[in-house]
């Protein structure tokens, strides 16, 4: 079975600090992503790696970046943590064939004070 | 661009009753299709998918769901409601050799006794 793991499950830091989300998946997958999911707006991509150091932007990509080191890890970073980035985190791989589906990990709730 | 549409952001049936789940979308061509339930506090779990073939599609926990080209749609189903199914539903899609999902906003069930 799929396991993606994010390491932390809720998470306090306070405006203007830098803030790392980590995310690692034991499937060998090529495609990472990460999520932010508010209420009322679903799920937006922030942004996806298709391969070690390859990534793309999503939809919201303002304020954060990311790093994909290793195949199995994939970490957002919010480079000065703001108010409006408060909100929950979730981390996704997907294999290379289209027709596979997303797994999830079960999220990071970050509050930024 | 492609879209997903859940016309029904609030959903409450009775346990033991019947439920459909709306989804729509928006794309030329046949996109892959994808329910995920998330509940509270956890990722997002996937419940089934379809990608051709047999129209109506069997998942996990009793659900299953149709898929209609002509209406666009791909609603979800199961017969008779518990009250585990208390969660958040979303319906999402991909394109047929790309990488990324596009969510709909998703739905809430509210099961009462």
């Known amino acids: 079975d799929v396991k993606v793991t994010q390491s932390s499950r809720y998470l306090v830091k306070r405006t203007g600090e830098k803030v790392f989300l980590e995310c690692v998946q034991d499937?060998?997958?090529?495609?990472m992503f990460w999520y932010r999911q508010d209420p009322g707006l679903g799920l937006r991509l922030i942004y996806f790696?298709?391969?070690?150091?390859?990534?793309e932007k999503g939809d919201i990509p303002e304020g954060y970046s990311v790093s994909r080191e290793k195949k199995e890890r994939f970490s957002l970073i919010l480079e000065s943590a703001s108010t409006n980035q408060t909100s929950m985190y979730l981390c996704?791989?997907?294999?290379?064939?289209?027709?596979?589906?997303?797994?999830f990990g079960d999220g990071t709730r970050l509050s930024i004070l | 661009a492609q879209s997903v549409t859940q016309p029904d952001i609030h959903i409450t049936v009775s346990e033991g009753a019947s439920l459909e789940l709306r989804c729509n979308y928006s794309?030329?061509?046949?996109?892959?299709l994808f329910w995920y339930v998330q509940s509270p506090g956890q990722g997002l779990q996937l419940l089934l998918k379809?990608?051709?073939?047999?129209?109506l599609v069997q998942g996990i926990k009793g659900f299953e769901a149709e898929f209609k080209r002509s209406q666009s749609s791909f609603n979800l189903r199961k017969p008779s409601v518990h009250w585990s199914d208390a969660a958040e539903y979303f319906c999402a899609l991909s394109l047929r050799g790309y990488q990324k999902v596009t969510f709909g906003i998703g739905t809430k069930l509210q099961v009462i006794p």
């Open positions: 379809y990608f051709s073939g047999d129209t």
């Open positions: 790696s298709y391969d070690v150091k390859m990534k």
């Open positions: 794309y030329g061509a046949t996109p892959y």
């Open positions: 996704a791989s997907r294999g290379m064939v289209g027709n596979q589906p997303q797994h």
């Open positions: 499937m060998d997958h090529e495609n």
